[in-house]
């Protein structure tokens, strides 16, 4: 049966379907503790093959389909997104998509220059955020387990601001006992510019990073931190479903978010599907399996046959593992979130 176009759909706890996060690829050439260990992501790890990940006509297709059931936003995630060549194209072809308002990108910034970021703004791209987990070389090297340096993360920052890839953002995830001494003068280093820096509390994603709960630093502790020097006044979302809490300084120096995945779970606020680079749909981010978009599509799926079973597969939805988590509920150990069988972060997009 056709599905008319424009058909808005919510999940079971009656959250809309409005954000896209699509892995463009599993490979990074960073190998963050938290996110892509070394140790498990060495160069016998099995990444996609070129022939299992979706084309750029491939990934198109799905956004648009996303969009008739409501999608407004799009993030390209990774792995690191500008390892995949001629990532403008796709750009501007979901810039093209009808009901696309927004494409996004989050990136480490090692490969964004002046030059690039110029080449993505021309495409279409909208904004970008910018992982950036200290200022002090010895740290993020620690930290990123790569050969970059602080001042190429700050260029690629410089060159998002000059190219209007704004609002820029800088992410820190911050652990404790490695960063958050950090925390301080990161804020510092972006007051007053337009970056609107956010930290992150260290999540439990996929099953590889070690995460214990005691290396978490709460966002509040954080904002304590931060508004002991700066006053700070909380301010309302952007938009339904923003997940970073957002604190202006108070002397007008710009603002900074937080997001508190683990102390403050925003579950029952979670908008965003997320695409992997092979073509999984998931529906929440510590997920454990998802709909597999690129088999139908290379069955010879039409359009309204992939608006029709992701409509199915977010009506379904019921995902809440954070609030879960911060309950220390037994669900967790149910098949959605088994934690050996996630979804790995390169492969999930964040």
């Known amino acids: ?11 079971r706890l009656g959250r809309p379907l409005q954000d896209l996060r ?11 503790t938290y996110c892509m260990p070394r140790a ?13 990940v979706l084309t750029f006509d491939e990934i198109v297709r799905i956004v648009r389909a996303c969009a008739r059931l409501g ?48 080449m ?9 955020t910018i992982s950036l987990d200290s200022l002090d070389d010895a740290v ?27 609002p820029v953002k800088v992410n820190m995830v911050v652990i404790r006992g490695i960063n958050e001494h950090e925390v301080v003068p990161l804020a510092e280093q972006f007051r ?8 992150i509390e260290y999540m439990d994603v996929g099953h590889s990073n070690g995460w214990r709960r005691e290396d978490v630093v709460a966002a509040a502790e954080i904002l304590d931190h931060i508004s002991a020097r700066w006053p700070l006044e909380p301010m309302p979302p952007r938009y339904p479903g923003e997940v970073a809490s957002r604190y202006r300084y108070l002397d007008g120096a710009g603002e900074i978010g937080v997001i508190a995945s683990v102390t403050q779970p925003f579950c029952q606020g979670c908008t965003r599907a997320r695409l992997t680079a092979d073509g999984q749909l998931y529906t929440c981010l510590f997920g454990t ?9 290379r069955q010879g799926a039409s359009e309204d046959e992939l608006v029709s079973l992701i409509r199915e597969t977010w009506s379904a939805r019921a995902d809440r593992y954070s609030e879960l988590r911060a309950a220390g509920a037994n669900g967790l150990e149910d098949g959605r979130y088994e934690r050996s069988r996630r979804v790995e972060m390169p492969r999930i997009g964040g």
Request: charged share 25%.
């Open 140 to 166: 993020v090297r620690r930290l990123n387990d790569a050969p970059v340096s602080v001042r190429q993360i700050l260029a690629a920052v410089a060159a998002a601001l000059a190219a209007g890839l704004t």
């Open 120 to 128: 993505l703004k021309a495409a279409g791209l909208d904004r970008v």
């Open 71 to 118: 999608v407004r936003k799009v993030r390209l995630t990774g792995g690191e997104p500008l390892l995949r060549p001629g990532l403008e194209q796709l750009i501007a072809a979901l810039r093209s998509v009808e009901g696309i308002d927004e494409v996004a990108m989050t990136t480490n910034g090692s490969m964004l220059d002046d030059r690039r970021a110029r």
């Open 1 to 11: 049966m056709a599905v008319r176009k424009g058909v808005r759909v919510s999940d």
């Open 192 to 199: 007053g510019t337009g970056v609107i820096v956010r930290f």
């Open 40 to 52: 498990v992501f060495g160069p016998d790890y099995p990444f996609f093959r070129s022939d299992e």
């Open 22 to 32: 699509v892995s463009v690829t599993d490979r990074c050439n960073f190998r963050c």
């Open 289 to 297: 399996a998802g709909l597999s978009l690129r088999s139908l599509l």
